[in-house]
């Protein structure tokens, strides 16, 4: 991407004396601080790959897993359900939320009348560091372009230290022509990284938003089926007690 936009644009440097020059010349050109941004740029290329395997639905809320939470759940089986989530093998982002939320209610006395608090907050939580884990490319989307600056300013530097040594003011056009180089390629390798890269970060954002919707839809569902258990459980108690039987009044004992 970096080399076929310096390639289109190589008539910017022609015009520095740079003619002629492969694409690694030219990459080169930029001096330390263009390296610093080729390599950044592969950190960069590594964390889409990374989030474009990691950030679908199938892998942070995979459907079998929510069957079989529905089936456990709907059988009353707790304890199995959270072994179930707790297990490495059946990592994901459901898991983890819905998991969180039965450890929480199997250690607080209330049990799961606070199942629903508990489960916001594990969503809450999860949700959190799958936006935190876009952090990265965030990062590299603003440092990139302040990298490009700074190189560009150090090249203007030593483009003016190299007019201020020239004899009778007047220097050679192959003795800036380096200094003219690191500023302009630093410039374009800085913006060329951080466009796309804050492309990225907003489209993977919107995909946190889209899925973590549908997961709030499933853990919603998983809810519902607890809360229906708890509520059919609540009728029969409330049968089984008695009926309080009226008071009755003493007879009064007839005066003699």
Avoid: W
Wanted: aromatic content about 4%; proline content about 4%; hydrophobic content about 45%.
């Amino acid at each position: 991407m970096i080399a076929s936009y310096i390639d289109s644009h190589s008539f910017v440097l022609a015009q520095a004396g740079t003619e002629g020059k492969s694409i690694l010349q030219h990459i080169a050109s930029g001096g330390p601080i263009g390296l610093i941004i080729i390599m950044i740029s592969f950190a960069a290329v590594a964390l889409v790959v990374m989030h474009s395997i990691q950030l679908r639905l199938g892998r942070l809320a995979p459907a079998e897993q929510f069957d079989r939470l529905k089936e456990l759940l709907s059988r009353r089986e707790l304890d199995n359900a959270r072994v179930f989530c707790e297990s490495e093998s059946n990592d994901s982002l459901l898991t983890r939320t819905l998991g969180s939320a039965l450890a929480r209610c199997a250690r607080s006395p209330f049990g799961l009348l606070e199942f629903r608090g508990a489960l916001e907050e594990a969503g809450k939580d999860q949700v959190a560091k799958l936006y935190r884990s876009t952090e990265g490319l965030a990062l590299i989307a603003t440092v990139a372009p302040m990298l490009g600056l700074l190189g560009t300013v150090l090249g203007m530097v030593g483009a003016f230290n190299t007019l201020g040594s020239a004899t009778g003011g007047f220097a050679k056009p192959d003795e800036l022509a380096s200094s003219i180089a690191v500023a302009l390629i630093t410039t374009v390798l800085g913006l060329v990284v951080a466009i796309p890269v804050s492309a990225c970060v907003v489209f993977f954002r919107n995909r946190i938003d889209s899925i973590t919707s549908e997961v709030g839809e499933m853990t919603e569902e998983l809810l519902g089926v607890v809360e229906s258990h708890q509520s059919n459980a609540q009728r029969p108690a409330a049968q089984q007690q008695p009926a309080r039987q009226p008071a009755t009044t003493a007879q009064a004992s007839p005066r003699p």
